[in-house]
Protein backbone atom coordinates (compact mmCIF):
# COMPACT_ATOMS: atom_id res chain seq x y z
CA UNK A 1 0.00 0.00 0.00
CA UNK A 2 1.23 3.38 -0.89
CA UNK A 3 0.96 6.10 1.72
CA UNK A 4 0.74 9.93 1.82
CA UNK A 5 3.18 11.03 4.58
CA UNK A 6 3.73 14.68 5.22
CA UNK A 7 6.38 15.21 2.63
CA UNK A 8 5.39 15.96 -0.71
CA UNK A 9 5.88 13.19 -3.49
CA UNK A 10 6.61 12.98 -6.77
CA UNK A 11 6.70 10.14 -8.82
CA UNK A 12 6.83 10.72 -13.17
CA UNK A 13 8.83 11.85 -15.87
CA UNK A 14 9.33 15.04 -17.40
CA UNK A 15 7.86 15.41 -21.11
CA UNK A 16 8.39 18.19 -23.60
CA UNK A 17 4.43 18.15 -23.71
CA UNK A 18 4.08 17.87 -19.69
CA UNK A 19 4.36 15.54 -16.64
CA UNK A 20 3.37 11.85 -17.00
CA UNK A 21 2.44 10.69 -13.83
CA UNK A 22 3.03 7.02 -13.31
CA UNK A 23 1.79 7.04 -9.87
CA UNK A 24 0.35 8.93 -7.55
CA UNK A 25 1.71 12.57 -6.08
CA UNK A 26 0.94 15.15 -3.86
CA UNK A 27 0.73 18.96 -3.89
CA UNK A 28 0.40 20.80 -0.96
CA UNK A 29 1.58 20.43 2.90
CA UNK A 30 0.24 17.99 5.47
CA UNK A 31 -3.14 18.07 6.43
CA UNK A 32 -3.98 19.53 2.97
CA UNK A 33 -3.44 19.68 -0.70
CA UNK A 34 -4.29 17.52 -3.87
CA UNK A 35 -3.12 13.95 -4.66
CA UNK A 36 -2.88 13.49 -8.38
CA UNK A 37 -3.06 9.80 -9.68
CA UNK A 38 -2.52 9.14 -13.13
CA UNK A 39 -1.15 6.31 -15.28
CA UNK A 40 -2.00 2.56 -14.81
CA UNK A 41 -1.09 2.03 -10.69
CA UNK A 42 -0.99 -1.57 -9.28
CA UNK A 43 -1.06 -0.63 -5.81
CA UNK A 44 -3.80 0.84 -3.18
CA UNK A 45 -3.71 4.16 -1.97
CA UNK A 46 -4.18 5.86 1.92
CA UNK A 47 -4.28 9.62 2.43
CA UNK A 48 -3.62 9.72 6.28
CA UNK A 49 -4.14 12.95 6.91
CA UNK A 50 -7.60 15.31 6.92
CA UNK A 51 -8.40 17.71 4.19
CA UNK A 52 -6.80 15.72 1.18
CA UNK A 53 -8.19 15.90 -2.22
CA UNK A 54 -6.97 12.66 -3.85
CA UNK A 55 -7.47 13.25 -8.30
CA UNK A 56 -7.81 10.24 -10.16
CA UNK A 57 -7.10 11.21 -13.48
CA UNK A 58 -9.14 10.82 -16.46
CA UNK A 59 -7.60 7.31 -18.30
CA UNK A 60 -5.91 6.51 -14.85
CA UNK A 61 -6.49 2.99 -13.83
CA UNK A 62 -5.18 1.67 -10.15
CA UNK A 63 -5.67 -1.57 -9.34
CA UNK A 64 -5.85 -2.90 -5.63
CA UNK A 65 -5.53 -6.31 -4.21
CA UNK A 66 -8.08 -8.04 -1.59
CA UNK A 67 -6.39 -6.77 1.37
CA UNK A 68 -6.55 -3.38 1.40
CA UNK A 69 -9.06 -0.70 -0.02
CA UNK A 70 -7.88 0.72 -3.29
CA UNK A 71 -8.19 4.46 -2.43
CA UNK A 72 -8.54 5.21 1.73
CA UNK A 73 -8.54 8.00 3.89
CA UNK A 74 -7.51 7.69 7.22
CA UNK A 75 -8.56 11.36 8.79
CA UNK A 76 -11.63 13.45 7.91
CA UNK A 77 -12.67 14.72 5.88
CA UNK A 78 -11.44 13.69 2.31
CA UNK A 79 -12.23 14.51 -1.02
CA UNK A 80 -12.06 11.84 -3.78
CA UNK A 81 -12.67 13.11 -7.84
CA UNK A 82 -12.84 10.35 -9.61
CA UNK A 83 -11.91 10.76 -13.71
CA UNK A 84 -10.53 7.41 -14.02
CA UNK A 85 -10.64 3.73 -13.15
CA UNK A 86 -10.51 1.94 -9.79
CA UNK A 87 -10.42 -2.10 -9.93
CA UNK A 88 -10.28 -3.59 -6.82
CA UNK A 89 -10.55 -7.48 -5.16
CA UNK A 90 -11.96 -6.05 -1.38
CA UNK A 91 -13.67 -2.84 -1.11
CA UNK A 92 -12.73 0.23 -2.88
CA UNK A 93 -12.85 3.53 -1.53
CA UNK A 94 -13.22 3.72 2.24
CA UNK A 95 -13.33 7.10 3.76
CA UNK A 96 -14.64 8.31 7.51
CA UNK A 97 -16.75 11.71 8.35
CA UNK A 98 -18.05 14.88 5.62
CA UNK A 99 -16.27 12.65 2.62
CA UNK A 100 -16.82 13.93 -0.58
CA UNK A 101 -16.76 11.92 -3.57
CA UNK A 102 -17.38 12.72 -7.44
CA UNK A 103 -17.14 9.64 -9.46
CA UNK A 104 -17.42 10.78 -13.39
CA UNK A 105 -15.48 7.48 -13.66
CA UNK A 106 -16.03 3.98 -13.07
CA UNK A 107 -15.27 1.91 -10.01
CA UNK A 108 -15.78 -2.05 -9.39
CA UNK A 109 -14.81 -4.15 -6.77
CA UNK A 110 -15.25 -7.18 -5.55
CA UNK A 111 -16.34 -6.15 -2.31
CA UNK A 112 -18.02 -2.60 -1.23
CA UNK A 113 -17.50 0.26 -3.62
CA UNK A 114 -17.79 3.01 -1.46
CA UNK A 115 -17.86 2.02 1.97
CA UNK A 116 -18.64 4.88 4.70
CA UNK A 117 -20.42 2.56 7.41
CA UNK A 118 -20.26 3.81 10.44
CA UNK A 119 -19.51 7.33 9.48
CA UNK A 120 -21.99 10.39 9.08
CA UNK A 121 -22.21 13.46 7.03
CA UNK A 122 -20.90 11.96 2.81
CA UNK A 123 -21.46 13.75 -0.25
CA UNK A 124 -21.51 11.44 -2.85
CA UNK A 125 -22.42 12.01 -6.55
CA UNK A 126 -21.99 9.75 -9.38
CA UNK A 127 -22.43 10.32 -12.74
CA UNK A 128 -20.08 7.22 -14.27
CA UNK A 129 -20.47 3.58 -13.05
CA UNK A 130 -19.93 2.16 -9.15
CA UNK A 131 -20.46 -1.85 -10.20
CA UNK A 132 -20.07 -4.10 -7.29
CA UNK A 133 -20.00 -8.06 -5.66
CA UNK A 134 -20.85 -6.12 -2.23
CA UNK A 135 -22.88 -3.13 -1.60
CA UNK A 136 -22.16 -0.64 -4.25
CA UNK A 137 -22.45 2.12 -1.53
CA UNK A 138 -22.68 1.33 2.08
CA UNK A 139 -23.08 3.90 4.34
CA UNK A 140 -25.25 2.10 7.06
CA UNK A 141 -24.80 2.73 10.93
CA UNK A 142 -22.04 0.38 12.62
CA UNK A 143 -23.63 -0.86 16.03
CA UNK A 144 -26.35 2.04 15.71
CA UNK A 145 -23.39 4.45 15.25
CA UNK A 146 -23.29 6.83 12.36
CA UNK A 147 -24.84 6.21 9.14
CA UNK A 148 -26.63 9.82 9.34
CA UNK A 149 -26.90 12.93 7.25
CA UNK A 150 -25.85 11.53 4.14
CA UNK A 151 -26.42 12.47 0.78
CA UNK A 152 -26.20 10.59 -2.63
CA UNK A 153 -26.73 12.21 -6.01
CA UNK A 154 -26.71 9.89 -8.68
CA UNK A 155 -27.21 10.66 -12.30
CA UNK A 156 -25.38 7.27 -13.78
CA UNK A 157 -25.22 3.49 -12.87
CA UNK A 158 -25.01 2.25 -9.17
CA UNK A 159 -25.29 -1.84 -9.44
CA UNK A 160 -24.42 -4.73 -7.18
CA UNK A 161 -24.90 -7.74 -9.00
CA UNK A 162 -24.79 -10.24 -5.53
CA UNK A 163 -26.03 -7.38 -2.80
CA UNK A 164 -27.74 -4.18 -1.73
CA UNK A 165 -26.77 -1.61 -4.24
CA UNK A 166 -27.35 1.74 -1.79
CA UNK A 167 -27.21 0.32 2.15
CA UNK A 168 -27.87 3.40 4.51
CA UNK A 169 -29.08 4.46 7.60
CA UNK A 170 -31.61 7.34 9.27
CA UNK A 171 -31.53 10.70 7.86
CA UNK A 172 -30.13 10.05 4.17
CA UNK A 173 -31.39 11.58 1.16
CA UNK A 174 -30.67 9.89 -2.48
CA UNK A 175 -31.76 11.41 -5.78
CA UNK A 176 -31.73 9.12 -8.53
CA UNK A 177 -32.22 11.31 -11.66
CA UNK A 178 -33.67 10.60 -14.96
CA UNK A 179 -31.58 8.53 -16.80
CA UNK A 180 -29.77 6.92 -14.36
CA UNK A 181 -29.76 3.61 -12.43
CA UNK A 182 -29.71 1.69 -8.87
CA UNK A 183 -30.28 -2.07 -9.05
CA UNK A 184 -29.32 -4.67 -6.44
CA UNK A 185 -29.48 -8.15 -6.11
CA UNK A 186 -30.93 -7.59 -3.13
CA UNK A 187 -32.65 -4.70 -1.86
CA UNK A 188 -31.79 -1.48 -4.58
CA UNK A 189 -31.76 0.98 -2.36
CA UNK A 190 -32.24 -0.14 1.77
CA UNK A 191 -32.21 2.79 4.12
CA UNK A 192 -33.74 3.24 7.87
CA UNK A 193 -35.79 5.97 9.61
CA UNK A 194 -36.78 9.58 7.99
CA UNK A 195 -34.90 8.71 4.61
CA UNK A 196 -35.82 11.08 1.99
CA UNK A 197 -35.85 9.53 -1.92
CA UNK A 198 -36.40 11.56 -4.99
CA UNK A 199 -36.26 8.85 -8.19
CA UNK A 200 -36.43 10.21 -11.58
CA UNK A 201 -34.67 6.88 -12.62
CA UNK A 202 -35.36 3.99 -12.29
CA UNK A 203 -34.80 1.96 -9.19
CA UNK A 204 -34.84 -2.07 -9.60
CA UNK A 205 -34.33 -4.49 -7.44
CA UNK A 206 -33.54 -8.07 -9.95
CA UNK A 207 -34.41 -10.45 -7.18
CA UNK A 208 -32.47 -13.10 -4.80
CA UNK A 209 -34.00 -16.86 -6.05
CA UNK A 210 -35.60 -18.39 -2.85
CA UNK A 211 -35.14 -14.56 -0.79
CA UNK A 212 -36.58 -12.84 -2.64
CA UNK A 213 -35.97 -8.39 -2.23
CA UNK A 214 -37.50 -5.31 -2.54
CA UNK A 215 -36.14 -2.33 -5.08
CA UNK A 216 -36.83 0.29 -1.60
CA UNK A 217 -36.64 -1.28 1.80
CA UNK A 218 -37.17 1.73 4.10
CA UNK A 219 -38.32 1.87 7.78
CA UNK A 220 -39.71 5.69 7.07
CA UNK A 221 -39.63 8.87 5.12
CA UNK A 222 -40.21 10.65 1.91
CA UNK A 223 -40.56 9.12 -1.81
CA UNK A 224 -41.62 11.14 -4.69
CA UNK A 225 -41.29 8.98 -7.61
CA UNK A 226 -41.87 11.27 -10.81
CA UNK A 227 -42.82 10.94 -13.76
CA UNK A 228 -40.86 8.92 -15.70
CA UNK A 229 -39.68 7.24 -12.97
CA UNK A 230 -39.91 3.61 -11.76
CA UNK A 231 -39.37 1.81 -8.88
CA UNK A 232 -39.98 -2.04 -9.70
CA UNK A 233 -39.00 -5.12 -7.96
CA UNK A 234 -39.09 -8.15 -10.33
CA UNK A 235 -39.84 -10.53 -7.10
CA UNK A 236 -40.95 -8.77 -3.99
CA UNK A 237 -42.76 -5.42 -3.32
CA UNK A 238 -41.48 -2.30 -5.04
CA UNK A 239 -41.66 -0.73 -1.67
CA UNK A 240 -41.29 -2.07 1.77
CA UNK A 241 -41.98 0.19 4.87
CA UNK A 242 -39.97 -2.08 7.92
CA UNK A 243 -41.28 -1.43 11.93
CA UNK A 244 -41.40 2.38 12.67
CA UNK A 245 -43.85 4.77 14.45
CA UNK A 246 -42.71 8.00 12.59
CA UNK A 247 -45.65 8.68 9.39
CA UNK A 248 -44.22 8.88 6.07
CA UNK A 249 -45.24 9.43 2.14
CA UNK A 250 -45.40 8.56 -0.97
CA UNK A 251 -45.71 11.14 -3.71
CA UNK A 252 -45.92 8.94 -7.35
CA UNK A 253 -46.36 10.32 -10.77
CA UNK A 254 -44.66 7.20 -12.45
CA UNK A 255 -44.53 3.52 -11.91
CA UNK A 256 -44.41 1.78 -8.64
CA UNK A 257 -44.36 -2.07 -9.61
CA UNK A 258 -44.15 -5.06 -7.61
CA UNK A 259 -45.33 -8.73 -6.85
CA UNK A 260 -46.55 -5.95 -4.22
CA UNK A 261 -46.58 -2.78 -4.98
CA UNK A 262 -46.40 -0.65 -1.44
CA UNK A 263 -46.35 -2.42 1.51
CA UNK A 264 -45.65 -2.24 5.74
CA UNK A 265 -44.69 -4.83 7.98
CA UNK A 266 -47.71 -5.85 9.71
CA UNK A 267 -46.20 -9.10 11.90
CA UNK A 268 -47.30 -8.16 15.64
CA UNK A 269 -43.48 -8.92 16.88
CA UNK A 270 -41.99 -6.28 13.94
CA UNK A 271 -45.01 -4.55 12.99
CA UNK A 272 -44.93 -0.52 11.02
CA UNK A 273 -48.03 1.11 13.40
CA UNK A 274 -47.41 4.35 11.59
CA UNK A 275 -49.05 6.59 9.37
CA UNK A 276 -48.46 5.92 5.35
CA UNK A 277 -49.86 8.46 3.31
CA UNK A 278 -49.79 7.67 -0.46
CA UNK A 279 -50.77 10.27 -3.19
CA UNK A 280 -51.07 8.86 -7.02
CA UNK A 281 -50.86 11.59 -9.38
CA UNK A 282 -52.11 11.86 -12.62
CA UNK A 283 -50.49 9.29 -15.00
CA UNK A 284 -49.04 7.34 -12.23
CA UNK A 285 -49.45 3.36 -11.67
CA UNK A 286 -48.90 1.44 -8.79
CA UNK A 287 -49.48 -1.75 -9.55
CA UNK A 288 -49.05 -6.00 -7.67
CA UNK A 289 -48.52 -8.10 -9.73
CA UNK A 290 -49.51 -10.32 -7.02
CA UNK A 291 -53.13 -9.45 -6.80
CA UNK A 292 -52.40 -6.55 -4.33
CA UNK A 293 -51.29 -3.42 -5.38
CA UNK A 294 -51.39 -1.61 -1.19
CA UNK A 295 -51.10 -3.62 1.68
CA UNK A 296 -50.69 -1.69 4.46
CA UNK A 297 -50.82 -1.70 8.56
CA UNK A 298 -51.88 0.16 11.86
CA UNK A 299 -52.64 3.86 11.68
CA UNK A 300 -54.26 6.22 9.91
CA UNK A 301 -53.78 5.62 6.75
CA UNK A 302 -54.36 7.99 3.42
CA UNK A 303 -54.89 6.83 -0.08
CA UNK A 304 -55.49 9.88 -2.56
CA UNK A 305 -55.79 8.77 -6.14
CA UNK A 306 -55.85 11.63 -8.77
CA UNK A 307 -57.93 11.24 -11.95
CA UNK A 308 -56.19 10.03 -14.50
CA UNK A 309 -53.74 7.86 -11.90
CA UNK A 310 -54.24 3.88 -12.61
CA UNK A 311 -53.73 1.21 -9.15
CA UNK A 312 -54.21 -2.21 -10.31
CA UNK A 313 -55.02 -4.70 -7.62
CA UNK A 314 -56.40 -4.80 -3.99
CA UNK A 315 -55.69 -2.06 -2.13
CA UNK A 316 -55.51 -3.30 1.82
CA UNK A 317 -55.91 -0.60 4.34
CA UNK A 318 -55.32 -2.43 7.30
CA UNK A 319 -56.31 -1.10 11.09
CA UNK A 320 -57.18 2.57 12.42
CA UNK A 321 -59.43 4.84 10.80
CA UNK A 322 -58.29 5.38 7.30
CA UNK A 323 -59.59 7.23 4.07
CA UNK A 324 -59.35 7.02 0.77
CA UNK A 325 -60.27 9.55 -2.21
CA UNK A 326 -61.06 8.86 -5.51
CA UNK A 327 -61.20 11.18 -7.96
CA UNK A 328 -62.17 11.27 -11.55
CA UNK A 329 -64.16 8.93 -12.87
CA UNK A 330 -63.23 5.17 -12.81
CA UNK A 331 -62.81 3.01 -15.94
CA UNK A 332 -64.17 -0.44 -15.31
CA UNK A 333 -63.32 -2.62 -12.97
CA UNK A 334 -61.48 -0.38 -10.04
CA UNK A 335 -58.01 -2.30 -9.39
CA UNK A 336 -59.05 -4.78 -12.23
CA UNK A 337 -60.76 -8.61 -11.66
CA UNK A 338 -61.37 -9.94 -8.25
CA UNK A 339 -59.44 -6.42 -6.93
CA UNK A 340 -61.10 -4.98 -3.55
CA UNK A 341 -60.67 -1.78 -1.72
CA UNK A 342 -60.63 -2.86 2.32
CA UNK A 343 -60.76 -0.49 5.12
CA UNK A 344 -59.88 -3.01 7.98
CA UNK A 345 -60.93 -2.00 11.26
CA UNK A 346 -61.52 1.34 12.35
CA UNK A 347 -64.09 3.86 11.57
CA UNK A 348 -63.14 4.12 7.43
CA UNK A 349 -63.92 6.68 5.06
CA UNK A 350 -64.11 6.57 1.23
CA UNK A 351 -64.71 9.45 -1.00
CA UNK A 352 -66.12 9.02 -4.49
CA UNK A 353 -66.11 12.55 -5.63
CA UNK A 354 -67.17 12.03 -9.57
CA UNK A 355 -70.00 10.41 -8.39
CA UNK A 356 -73.40 11.28 -6.97
CA UNK A 357 -76.19 8.95 -5.15
CA UNK A 358 -77.98 8.71 -7.82
CA UNK A 359 -75.35 8.02 -10.08
CA UNK A 360 -75.26 4.53 -8.48
CA UNK A 361 -76.71 1.85 -10.76
CA UNK A 362 -76.72 -1.24 -8.55
CA UNK A 363 -75.49 -2.19 -5.52
CA UNK A 364 -74.36 -6.04 -5.42
CA UNK A 365 -73.74 -6.94 -1.01
CA UNK A 366 -70.78 -9.25 -0.16
CA UNK A 367 -69.56 -10.17 2.77
CA UNK A 368 -68.65 -6.98 4.69
CA UNK A 369 -69.74 -4.41 1.84
CA UNK A 370 -70.66 -4.86 -1.29
CA UNK A 371 -69.90 -4.04 -5.18
CA UNK A 372 -70.74 -0.48 -6.34
CA UNK A 373 -72.02 -0.14 -10.13
CA UNK A 374 -72.11 3.54 -11.21
CA UNK A 375 -72.30 5.62 -13.72
CA UNK A 376 -71.95 8.94 -14.32
CA UNK A 377 -72.12 9.11 -17.95
CA UNK A 378 -68.57 8.62 -18.87
CA UNK A 379 -68.96 4.43 -18.70
CA UNK A 380 -70.19 1.79 -16.33
CA UNK A 381 -67.82 1.58 -13.43
CA UNK A 382 -67.18 -1.33 -10.71
CA UNK A 383 -65.60 -0.94 -7.68
CA UNK A 384 -65.49 -3.74 -4.48
CA UNK A 385 -65.72 -1.91 -1.11
CA UNK A 386 -65.02 -4.10 2.15
CA UNK A 387 -65.46 -2.85 5.79
CA UNK A 388 -65.90 0.94 5.20
CA UNK A 389 -68.35 2.45 7.23
CA UNK A 390 -68.58 6.42 5.43
CA UNK A 391 -69.23 7.25 1.84
CA UNK A 392 -68.27 10.85 0.22
CA UNK A 393 -70.52 11.06 -3.11
CA UNK A 394 -70.15 14.01 -4.75
CA UNK A 395 -70.05 15.92 -0.97
CA UNK A 396 -72.73 14.41 0.59
CA UNK A 397 -71.86 11.46 3.16
CA UNK A 398 -73.91 8.53 3.44
CA UNK A 399 -73.27 5.41 5.74
CA UNK A 400 -72.49 1.84 4.91
CA UNK A 401 -76.25 1.15 5.60
CA UNK A 402 -77.92 3.05 3.92
CA UNK A 403 -75.58 2.22 0.54
CA UNK A 404 -76.54 -1.36 1.32
CA UNK A 405 -79.84 -0.56 1.23
CA UNK A 406 -79.89 -0.03 -2.41
CA UNK A 407 -79.39 -3.76 -3.07
CA UNK A 408 -82.17 -5.73 -4.67
CA UNK A 409 -83.92 -8.11 -1.88
CA UNK A 410 -84.88 -11.01 -2.92
CA UNK A 411 -88.61 -11.80 -2.60
CA UNK A 412 -89.62 -15.00 -0.44
CA UNK A 413 -91.29 -17.28 -1.81
CA UNK A 414 -94.18 -18.45 0.61
CA UNK A 415 -95.58 -21.77 1.46
CA UNK A 416 -98.99 -20.85 0.62
CA UNK A 417 -98.01 -19.53 -2.66
CA UNK A 418 -95.43 -22.38 -2.95
CA UNK A 419 -98.87 -24.68 -2.62
CA UNK A 420 -101.09 -22.73 -4.96
CA UNK A 421 -98.03 -23.04 -7.58
CA UNK A 422 -97.80 -26.57 -7.34
CA UNK A 423 -100.93 -26.87 -7.44
CA UNK A 424 -101.69 -25.86 -11.27
CA UNK A 425 -98.51 -27.22 -11.82
CA UNK A 426 -97.50 -23.88 -12.40
CA UNK A 427 -95.09 -23.05 -15.02
CA UNK A 428 -97.02 -19.94 -16.14
CA UNK A 429 -97.09 -18.64 -12.51
CA UNK A 430 -93.69 -19.49 -11.95
CA UNK A 431 -92.66 -17.18 -15.31
CA UNK A 432 -95.68 -14.93 -13.44
CA UNK A 433 -93.73 -14.84 -10.31
CA UNK A 434 -90.42 -14.24 -11.64
CA UNK A 435 -91.78 -11.21 -13.40
CA UNK A 436 -93.63 -9.74 -10.36
CA UNK A 437 -90.34 -10.42 -8.63
CA UNK A 438 -88.12 -8.39 -10.30
CA UNK A 439 -90.97 -5.70 -10.45
CA UNK A 440 -91.45 -5.77 -6.95
CA UNK A 441 -87.20 -5.44 -6.68
CA UNK A 442 -87.22 -2.46 -8.80
CA UNK A 443 -89.73 -0.76 -6.67
CA UNK A 444 -87.85 -1.33 -3.60
CA UNK A 445 -85.09 0.27 -4.94
CA UNK A 446 -86.69 3.12 -6.24
CA UNK A 447 -88.07 3.24 -3.22
CA UNK A 448 -84.93 3.12 -1.35
CA UNK A 449 -83.19 5.88 -3.88
CA UNK A 450 -86.46 8.11 -3.12
CA UNK A 451 -85.97 8.16 0.35
CA UNK A 452 -82.25 8.43 0.33
CA UNK A 453 -82.61 11.01 -1.90
CA UNK A 454 -84.90 12.78 0.65
CA UNK A 455 -82.31 12.33 3.19
CA UNK A 456 -79.93 13.51 0.79
CA UNK A 457 -81.80 16.54 -0.33
CA UNK A 458 -82.27 17.34 3.47
CA UNK A 459 -78.61 16.84 4.50
CA UNK A 460 -77.36 19.15 1.49
CA UNK A 461 -80.24 22.01 2.59
CA UNK A 462 -79.99 22.04 6.10
Known amino acids: MRRLFFCSVAIGVQLSGGTLWAACSQNGQLGGGTVICSGTISDSYMAEHANITVRIERGAVLKAGRDDAAIEFEDDPGTLE ?22 EGSISAVG ?3 NISGRDDASLTNTGVIRTGGRAVHMDDVEDAGGTGHVLMNTGHIISIRNEAVEGGNGNRVVNAAGALIQGYDDALQLGESAVIENHGVIRS ?74 NQAGGV ?24 IITGSVLMGGDADRVVLEGSIAGTFGGKRAVIDGGAGADHVVLSAYSFDQITDVALMRDGFVLSLDNGTGAADI ?7 FDLAGTVYSAQEIAALAPQRAPLTAGLLLLVLGFGGMGLIRGRRHLGAVATVARGALARATLGLQSASRTGA
Open 82 to 103: MKGALQAEGDAIRAGDDFTLVN
Open 286 to 309: IAGRGGVALLLGAGEDRLVNHAGG
Open 206 to 279: VGMPGEPQDAIDLDSGRIVNGAGGQIISDLDAAIDFDASSIASLIDNAGEIRGVTGIMVETHASAANIAVQEVI
Open 112 to 114: DGV
Open 384 to 390: ALRNWES
